[in-house]
C-alpha cells in the first residue's frame, strides 16, 4: 500500500471515529442516560459532574473536554468501550438508582456517597458480577438490604452506611472476597449472620441489633481486625470465645445492653488485640485481670459500668485506661501515676482511695462515701 493509500485510510479511520456510530457498548449508553434519567434535573448543578453528561457526546470518547468531564470512567483498551466505575461528586444529587444500572456488567465501583439518593436499593445490582466496591454512604435509602446482594462475588467493599435502611442484614456468608463491612448509622435489626471468611472490617455502630453476639457469626472470619458494634441494644454477657478471634485488633461495644464479660488468657500468649471498649453497659462484675495477659492491649474503656472490687495490679501497664463511673474500690495501682509516660484516661466517680488529686486520673471526683457503702452492702471495702 503506497504512502498515500495509508494516509487515506488512516484519515477514514480517524472520521469513522466521530461519526454517529458510537465507540462505547449501545446498551451501556442506555444505561448510564437511565441512570441519569432517574435523577431529579433541579438536582443536577451544572458544575457538578452529572451537568456535564451530554449524549450528544460519545459517554467513553477521548478526550473530555467539555462532556463527561468526570463521574465516569471507562475501559478503552478494546472496542466496544465499556464504563466500568461511577464515583459522583457529593453534589447534592436527590433521586432514586434505577433498575437498569444493572445492564452495565462490567462496572466494578458504584460510588453515590454523600448526596440524596433515596428509595430502595434495587435487587438487580446482584447480576453485577464484577462490582467490587459499592459505596451508598450518606444518602437517604430506605427499605430491607436486598438479599439478592450474596450474589456480588467479586465485592470487596459495601459500604451502606449513613441510611435509613431496615430490617435484617441477609446472610453474607458466600462473599468470599469482601474485606470490609460498614452499615452505621442505619436501622437494622435482628441479629449478625454468619460473616465471610475473608472479612477485615465489620461495622454496624447506630443500628438496632437487639440479639445477642453469637460464636457461629464469627466462627470462619479468622481474618477479623476490627469490630465496631457500639450503639445497639446488644444484650447478655461477651463471651470468651469473642476476645480469641485470632487476627482481633479493635473492638468497640460500646452503649449496648451487655450484662456480663468473661476473658479468657489468649492462646500461647499470642494476640494482636489492641484496643477495647465496653462503656455505658450494664456489666456487673469485678475486673477481668485476664485483660491484661493481651500482650499488645494499650487502650481499655470500661467507663459507666457496674464493675465492682479493685482494680487488678496487672492494669499498670496500659496506657489509656478509662474507668470512671464504675463502683471500684481500694487503691489503684501506683504504676499508673509512675514512669516516664503515666497512663492517660480516667479513674473518677468511683469509690477509689487514695487516688492521686495531683494526676489527671484521678480528676474527677470519687462518688460518696454513703453511695460506696450502699453498693457493697454497707460496707465500703479498702
Known amino acids: ?80 468501550f465499556r464504563v466500568i466505575q461511577i464515583t459522583l461528586d457529593p453534589a447534592g444529587y436527590s433521586g432514586t438508582l434505577s433498575q437498569t444500572i444493572s445492564n452495565l456488567s462490567n462496572l466494578a465501583v458504584l460510588d453515590l456517597a454523600d448526596n440524596n439518593f433515596s428509595g430502595q436499593i434495587p435487587p438487580s445490582l446482584s447480576s453485577l458480577s464484577n462490582l467490587q466496591q459499592l459505596i451508598l454512604r450518606s444518602n437517604s435509602f430506605s427499605g430491607g438490604i436486598p438479599p439478592e446482594i450474596r450474589n456480588l462475588k467479586s ?6 452506611s449513613h441510611n435509613s435502611l431496615s430490617g435484617y442484614l441477609p446472610n453474607i456468608n458466600s462473599l468470599s472476597n469482601l474485606k470490609t463491612i460498614d452499615l452505621s448509622y ?48 446488644i444484650p447478655g454477657n461477651l463471651q470468651a470465645w469473642f476476645f480469641l478471634i485470632p487476627s482481633l485488633q479493635q473492638v468497640n461495644l460500646a452503649n449496648n445492653s451487655l450484662k456480663g464479660i468473661e476473658i479468657w488468657k489468649p492462646v500461647n500468649g ?49 496506657k489509656r485506661l478509662f ?18 509516660s503515666p497512663a492517660y484516661g480516667s479513674l473518677g466517680d468511683n469509690c477509689l482511695m487514695n487516688c492521686p488529686v495531683s494526676s489527671e486520673l484521678c480528676l474527677k471526683s470519687q ?8 453498693a457493697y452492702g454497707g460496707k465500703q471495702k479498702s
Request: net charge neutral.
Open 270 to 318: 499470642i494476640s494482636d488485640l489492641v484496643a477495647v471498649d465496653l462503656s455505658f453497659n450494664g456489666i456487673k462484675t469485678n475486673l477481668p485481670a485476664n485483660f491484661s495477659s493481651y500482650p499488645s492491649l494499650a487502650s481499655l474503656s470500661l467507663r459507666y459500668n457496674r464493675f465492682r472490687g479493685p482494680i487488678p495490679w496487672e492494669f499498670g501497664k496500659l
Open 323 to 340: 474507668l470512671d463511673g464504675n463502683f471500684l474500690n481500694g487503691r489503684p495501682p501506683k504504676t499508673l501515676f509512675t514512669g516516664e
Open 186 to 233: 442505619n436501622q437494622l435489626t435482628g441479629s449478625i449472620p454468619k460473616l465471610p471468611t475473608n472479612i477485615i472490617g465489620f461495622t454496624m455502630k447506630a443500628n438496632k441489633l437487639s440479639e445477642p453476639l453469637s460464636k457461629s457469626s464469627f466462627a470462619d472470619s479468622t481474618q477479623l481486625e476490627v469490630v465496631e458494634l457500639s450503639e445497639n441494644s
Open 155 to 160: 465485592l470487596e467493599t459495601l459500604d451502606l
Open 1 to 80: 500500500m503506497s504512502n498515500s493509500n495509508l494516509q487515506l485510510s488512516l484519515l477514514f479511520f480517524l472520521l469513522s471515529l466521530s461519526s454517529l456510530h458510537s465507540l462505547t457498548l449501545p446498551s451501556d449508553i442506555a444505561a448510564l442516560k437511565s441512570f441519569i434519567s432517574a435523577v431529579k434535573p433541579d438536582t443536577i448543578p451544572p458544575t457538578s459532574c452529572l451537568g456535564s453528561w451530554n449524549f450528544k457526546s460519545d459517554p467513553c470518547a477521548s478526550p473530555r473536554v467539555t462532556h463527561f468531564i468526570c463521574g465516569l470512567t471507562c475501559n478503552s483498551s478494546s472496542i466496544p
Open 367 to 374: 462518688k460518696p462515701t454513703s453511695i460506696c457503702r450502699e
